[in-house]
C-alpha cells in the first residue's frame, strides 16, 4: 500500500512533520484505514518515498509503538491488533451513529443559566469595586505566607481548612455577627457555590426536596439541582421567604435554602418572627436550614439582624459566608459554619468528597483578618458604597420621578427597580444591554406562577461620576 498520503498538503502550520507523521498514523489506525497486523515499510523506506528525515519515521515509530498502536520484532513494525468492535443488534445492520448528550440533571442547568456579564459593566450587579481593594496590604499578607510557607502548604490544604484561617474566621464571626462558634465548626471552601454543593451532597440524599427562595438565586437552583434534588419554589413576601402549610406537607423538605440578611434578587430583610418560625417549623420537620448570609457586611444602618445559624439552641442550621464580594471573586474562598455536634464529621466527609488547596491564599486570608485589615477594608467599602447609593437614589428620582418603586437598599449592592405592569423588563434590559449597561431583568429569577417585573442595578462598581451617566442610558432604555 502506497502512503504517501501521510504527508500530502495541507499540513499544519507551526507542527513539526514527525508530529504530523505521527497523528496520521494514528488516526489511519484507528479508522481501519491501516488495518491490524498490516506491515509497514521500514523507517527508511518510508522516509525516502515521504522525503524526509529517516528520524521523523523513526519518532513516530517510536511513539506509537510506545503507545501500543504499533509492534516492533525482527520482522518489521505492524499494526497492533485490536478487538473488533462491539456490534449492537443484528448481524448485518450497519451500527446507528452515536447520539453524546449531557445528563438531563446538566440540560436543566443550562436552562436556568443566569448569563452573567463576561465584563463588569455599569449596573451589573454582584461586581464589587476593585480599584477600591487594598492591593498593598494584600501584598504583604500574601508575602508573610509564602515566606513562612514549607512543603505541607504546596499539598492540599489541611481537611476543614488552614487552622489559622478556620481560627481567624472564628473570631471575626464573633465579634462582627455574634456567633459563638469554635475553629471545628468552620468548613473553609471555594466560595458560595462550593459550600452549596457540599451541603445538598452531605445534608441531602439523592431525590430529597430542597426548598429555594422564588424569585431566588438562580445559581442555588443549579448547585441542588446537579445533585440530584428535588426543587421547589417557594414564594417570597415583603418578610422573607413566605412557606404554606401546603408547602410543608405536599414538599416536606430536606433542606430549605435562604439567604435572610439581604434576599436575592429582591433585597428584602427577613423579619425577625418569620426567622424564628422557620427555625421552629424547619427543626419539626427534621429539614436542614442553610443560611447564606448574603451582603450582610454591606448593611446601610444599624447592625445586621441576628443570624438564623444559633438562632435556638438546636436550630438545624448551617451558615455559608464567602470573600466574593467583600475582597474580590478570584480569591475563591468561602466558608461553612456547621453546629458542634455534627462539625467533625462534616469536615471529615468534605476530605472525602473534596480536596482544598489554595494553602497559600488561606495563610494570606488569615494573616489579612488577624491585623484587622479585613475589618477596616469592610468599613471602608461599606461607606463608600452608602455614598453611591444615596447618589444613585436622587439619580432615579430626577430621572422617573417620585413615584419611582425601589427595593434592596438596606443592604448589599445592588437596588431593584420595579416596573409598572406595561413596562417589559426583558425587553428594556436587553436595550440596557445594548447601551452598554449590565442592567438584568428580574423576571429570569422567578419561577410560575410567582411573576416579576423589574431591574437589577449594580452599583459596587458604579462610580459616582458614571452614576449621571448610567441613569441617563437607563431612561433612553426604560422609555423604549
Request: net charge positive.
Amino acid at each position: 500500500m502506497a502512503l504517501d498520503w501521510l504527508l500530502a498538503p495541507p499540513l499544519p502550520e507551526a507542527t513539526p512533520r514527525q508530529q504530523v507523521l505521527y497523528q496520521r498514523l494514528r488516526e489511519a489506525i484507528l479508522s481501519g484505514r491501516l488495518p491490524s497486523g498490516m506491515r509497514l515499510p521500514a523507517s527508511r523506506g518510508l522516509a525516502t518515498s515521504l522525503g524526509v528525515a529517516r528520524n521523523t519515521v523513526l519518532f513516530a515509530y517510536e511513539q506509537l509503538v510506545a503507545e501500543g498502536y504499533l509492534v516492533a520484532d525482527r520482522q518489521g513494525t505492524r499494526v497492533a491488533r485490536f478487538p473488533p468492535p462491539v456490534t449492537v443488534g443484528r448481524p448485518g445492520v450497519s451500527k446507528p451513529s452515536v447520539s453524546l448528550s449531557l445528563s438531563r440533571r446538566a440540560e436543566a442547568a443550562l436552562q436556568s443559566e443566569s448569563g452573567r456579564d463576561a465584563e463588569a459593566l455599569p449596573f451589573s450587579p454582584g461586581v464589587p469595586d476593585f480599584g477600591a481593594f487594598p492591593f498593598r496590604l494584600w501584598r504583604q499578607s500574601l508575602s508573610r505566607a509564602w515566606s513562612d510557607a514549607g512543603w505541607r502548604q504546596l499539598g492540599y490544604a489541611a481537611p476543614g481548612g488552614d487552622p489559622a484561617l478556620r481560627a481567624a474566621l472564628a473570631e471575626h464571626l464573633s465579634g462582627v455577627r455574634g456567633l459563638s462558634v469554635t475553629p471545628e465548626q468552620i468548613v473553609v471552601t471555594t466560595g458560595t457555590q462550593s459550600a452549596l454543593d457540599l451541603c445538598a451532597r452531605l445534608l441531602a440524599d439523592h431525590g430529597d426536596t430542597v426548598w429555594v427562595e422564588n424569585p431566588g438565586y438562580l445559581a442555588a437552583r443549579t448547585a441542588f439541582g446537579l445533585a440530584g434534588l428535588k426543587v421547589h419554589d417557594v414564594p417570597v413576601d415583603l418578610e422573607g421567604l413566605a412557606p404554606q402549610v401546603s408547602d410543608w406537607r405536599a414538599h416536606r423538605p430536606r433542606l430549605i435554602m435562604v439567604t435572610p440578611s439581604h434576599q436575592y434578587p429582591t433585597g428584602r430583610v427577613m423579619s425577625l418572627p418569620r426567622r424564628v418560625a422557620l427555625a421552629e417549623d424547619a427543626r419539626q420537620a427534621g429539614a436542614w436550614l442553610i443560611e447564606d448570609d448574603y451582603d450582610s457586611e454591606f448593611r446601610r444602618s444599624g447592625p445586621a439582624p441576628a443570624p438564623l445559624f444559633g438562632l435556638q439552641a438546636d436550630s438545624p442550621a448551617v451558615y455559608v459566608g464567602t470573600f466574593s464580594k467583600t475582597l474580590y471573586p478570584g480569591l475563591r474562598l468561602g466558608y461553612i459554619v456547621v453546629p458542634q455536634a455534627v462539625a467533625r464529621q462534616f469536615a471529615r466527609a468534605t476530605a472525602q468528597a473534596t480536596r482544598a488547596g489554595q494553602g497559600i491564599e488561606q495563610r494570606a486570608l488569615a494573616d489579612f483578618i488577624r491585623r484587622g485589615h479585613y475589618t477596616a477594608h469592610l468599613r471602608r467599602m461599606r461607606s463608600l458604597y452608602a455614598k453611591r447609593l444615596a447618589v444613585l437614589r436622587v439619580a432615579l428620582r430626577n430621572a422617573f420621578g417620585s413615584e419611582l418603586a425601589l427595593s434592596g437598599g438596606d443592604a448589599g449592592l445592588h437596588l431593584v427597580l420595579w416596573l409598572p405592569p406595561g413596562a417589559n423588563d426583558d425587553e428594556i434590559a436587553r436595550r440596557a444591554n445594548a447601551l452598554g449597561l449590565g442592567v438584568r431583568a428580574l423576571r429570569g429569577y422567578a419561577r410560575a406562577p410567582v411573576r416579576c417585573n423589574g431591574l437589577l442595578l449594580g452599583y459596587g462598581n458604579l462610580d459616582e461620576g458614571m452614576i449621571a451617566e448610567g441613569v441617563r442610558r437607563l431612561k433612553i432604555a426604560v422609555l423604549g
